[in-house]
């Protein structure tokens, strides 16, 4: 087994622009799978949940950073829908195929609540209309000093911030590495699943970024499957 004391990140498949589409958006299903898998949605939904009751929210709006194909941000929409609740969720990504995929997947199942925009996460503006920014698997594609700014941009969220993402371990590698293989055909994502356990961060290095990033108090715990969820919660 390779040493994992340390981060190693290379670029992943799904990062480079000259990807073939039919080849993105296999890897796009194939992620979705993984993520359903994984009940990524189901943390983000539980703090929004929590987050909505404590605070006695009616109408809130969330904002879905790094979106890819959608799969959180349209698990989201979807449950606002069948529990009643007012909730607006837009995607931000700055991949045109991945924006264009989750945009007809939101068109099929009918859902309203939901939009989709290619955005530029790292270099756009956020404005501070947003009651929630999301953020899911996509802090480990990104170098130490993106990720503290980032989560400084996430913090003009109204109410809340919260980011899922995995945990750099051995078990989290071997789960990456035939997990992929059992629930996705997709080379693109057998290759990037254990680079990206790789790449991931430990929570004490995630601890250390937020609070560099003024997330001072942040929550941050390891859920399976060897995931961490970091939540914020405005003063």
């Given at each position: 087994?390779?040493?994992?004391?340390?981060?190693?990140?290379?670029?992943?498949?799904?990062?480079?622009?000259?990807?073939?589409?039919?080849?993105?958006?296999?890897?796009?299903?194939?992620?979705?799978?993984?993520?359903?898998?994984?009940?990524?949605?189901?943390?983000?939904?539980?703090?929004?949940?929590?987050?909505?009751?404590?605070?006695?929210?009616?109408?809130?709006?969330?904002?879905?950073?790094?979106?890819?194909?959608?799969?959180?941000?349209?698990?989201?929409?979807?449950?606002?829908?069948?529990?009643?609740?007012?909730?607006?969720?837009?995607?931000?990504?700055?991949?045109?195929?991945?924006?264009?995929?989750?945009?007809?997947?939101?068109?099929?199942?009918?859902?309203?609540?939901?939009?989709?925009?290619?955005?530029?996460?790292?270099?756009?503006?956020?404005?501070?209309?947003?009651?929630?920014?999301?953020?899911?698997?996509?802090?480990?594609?990104?170098?130490?000093?993106?990720?503290?700014?980032?989560?400084?941009?996430?913090?003009?969220?109204?109410?809340?911030?919260?980011?899922?993402?995995?945990?750099?371990?051995?078990?989290?590698?071997?789960?990456?590495?035939?997990?992929?293989?059992?629930?996705?055909?997709?080379?693109?994502?057998?290759?990037?699943?254990?680079?990206?356990v790789r790449a991931a961060f430990t929570t004490d290095e995630i601890e250390v970024m937020a609070k560099s990033a003024g997330l001072e108090g942040a929550r941050i715990r390891r859920h399976w499957p060897e995931r961490f969820s970091l939540t914020w919660v405005q003063p």
């Amino acid at each position: 087994m390779m040493d994992l004391s340390r981060r190693h990140r290379e670029d992943e498949i799904m990062d480079q622009p000259g990807l073939d589409a039919i080849e993105h958006q296999a890897a796009l299903s194939g992620l979705g799978r993984v993520n359903w898998w994984s009940r990524t949605a189901g943390q983000i939904w539980s703090f929004l949940e929590k987050l909505r009751r404590e605070r006695k929210l009616n109408h809130f709006r969330v904002l879905d950073l790094a979106c890819g194909g959608g799969d959180v941000t349209l698990a989201l929409a979807r449950r606002a829908r069948s529990a009643g609740i007012p909730l607006t969720v837009h995607g931000w990504d700055r991949s045109t195929t991945a924006v264009a995929y989750a945009t007809e997947r939101s068109e099929r199942a009918g859902l309203q609540n939901v939009e989709f925009f290619e955005r530029d996460v790292l270099n756009d503006p956020i404005e501070q209309s947003y009651d929630v920014i999301a953020c899911t698997l996509f802090l480990h594609h990104l170098e130490q000093d993106q990720v503290e700014s980032l989560l400084r941009k996430m913090s003009a969220a109204k109410q809340a911030v919260i980011v899922d993402d995995l945990c750099r371990s051995r078990f989290g590698y071997l789960l990456a590495w035939f997990g992929t293989r059992i629930l996705t055909r997709s080379p693109v994502v057998h290759t990037d699943g254990p680079l990206s356990v790789r790449a991931a961060f430990t929570t004490d290095e995630i601890e250390v970024m937020a609070k560099s990033a003024g997330l001072e108090g942040a929550r941050i715990r390891r859920h399976w499957p060897e995931r961490f969820s970091l939540t914020w919660v405005q003063p």
